[in-house]
């Protein structure tokens, strides 16, 4: 199964428009402030979907939500190279962002109850570690690739490989095995829970289990820090490089991130807020020169974040009792788009320098606190779920 994951992660990171979108947008006419709109309608349409998304992958299957998100992507990048307008790109991001919700919750319910079973769960820090870091480095050749199709075709070869590569990512979706929770007494009378039923037990979860809930607040304002990764071309466009050539200098960035990725398994305790701080110094940095020395501190921060990211992601699963676990992190992710739609704002406000400010506000959410296996965790626990 974890291979199977790492191989989907791979092919759905491997796509060259990521490399180039923001560029295209500013070269069909776009001013910074549309590109933000856009960002933001792309977080807007995760926010709608993102909640009932995952209690569909528990009611449904989570397996399935994982294969129909390359397809539904695939739908986004093909109207955006049919139709390279501010209309297109908003329908591409609308469809993007339904994409990216059914993967959203159900990829992560299905690795680490399928851990479960095996017993294993205390191995999935170190799994979704793995995944983070199969993701940043599935975007080398990706970048290698953007930077050749677009000088052979322009952005319409970049765009339809893309196409291609998320209808690919599907595969091996299609062989993940799905593992199921026992059976819940919530459960209706066909034995299992309802759609409706699922969504308000796993949001109970999120918002009346003390531990869940600080884990769930974690993912959602951290995991909205990913938004800026967006901008990092127009950061290396700023210091003078020619378009053909920002994917080849932003390369070492997703290396950084897969480092950082890999060691997010093995943070603990006080560590996680020194990483944070240490990451939001380097992304200041950024906000004080434009010259190429620039993406070292971006390189920098992206390394740190990811691991802290790894860190909150890894905890939030630990912390899930019920069995309603993808919706319980699709809640997580909902928060998340709304401090992504933030983190634009605060970008096209004050750019590099007012988002490093947000990201140190963060640092104590990482405060050391009760794990699930805390006694008082549990007693809240239990007493949430009582009738």
Do not use: K
């Amino acid at each position: 199964m974890v291979r199977l994951a790492l191989v989907w992660q791979a092919l759905h990171y491997a796509v060259p428009i990521f490399w180039l979108y923001a560029l295209l947008f500013a070269d069909s006419g776009l001013s910074v402030a549309e590109i933000s709109a856009l960002f933001a309608i792309w977080s807007s349409a995760g926010i709608v979907v993102e909640v009932p998304s995952g209690a569909l992958a528990d009611r449904w299957s989570r397996r399935g939500s994982v294969v129909a998100s390359g397809f539904v992507i695939a739908a986004g990048f093909a109207v955006w190279t049919v139709l390279p307008t501010f209309a297109g790109f908003t329908a591409g991001f609308v469809l993007w962002g339904v994409g990216a919700s059914l993967a959203s919750g159900a990829l992560e319910a299905l690795l680490y109850d399928g851990l479960a079973e095996h017993g294993a769960t205390e191995s999935y820090p170190r799994v979704n570690g793995a995944l983070n870091a199969i993701a940043q480095l599935a975007q080398i050749p990706a970048g290698l690739a953007a930077g050749a199709l677009y000088e052979l075709g322009g952005y319409v070869l970049v765009g339809w490989v893309s196409v291609g590569c998320c209808l690919v990512s599907s595969i091996p979706a299609l062989f993940l095995p799905e593992p199921r929770p026992a059976p819940d007494p919530t459960a209706d009378a066909e034995g299992e829970p309802g759609w409706w039923s699922t969504m308000v037990d796993g949001v109970r979860e999120s918002v009346r289990t003390r531990a869940v809930g600080v884990a769930v607040l974690a993912v959602a304002v951290l995991g909205g820090v990913d938004a800026i990764e967006e901008y990092f071309p127009l950061v290396a466009s700023d210091a003078g490089t020619p378009t053909a050539f920002v994917p080849l200098a932003l390369l070492v960035v997703p290396v950084a991130g897969a480092l950082g990725s890999a060691a997010g398994g093995r943070v603990r305790g006080w560590t996680g807020v020194v990483l944070l701080v240490g990451s939001a110094a380097a992304l200041g940095a950024v906000a004080l020169t434009t010259h190429p020395a620039g993406l070292v501190g971006v390189t920098l921060f992206w390394g740190l974040y990811q691991a802290v990211r790894v860190c909150v992601e890894s905890r939030l699963q630990d912390r899930i009792r019920g069995r309603a676990r993808a919706t319980v992190t699709s809640v997580a992710s909902f928060g998340t788009e709304f401090s992504g739609i933030a983190l634009f704002g605060a970008w096209a406000l004050g750019g590099a320098g007012l988002v490093a400010a947000l990201v140190l506000v963060c640092a104590p959410l990482l405060r050391p606190r009760a794990g699930p296996e805390d006694p008082e965790s549990v007693a809240e626990h239990a007493e949430s779920h009582e009738p």
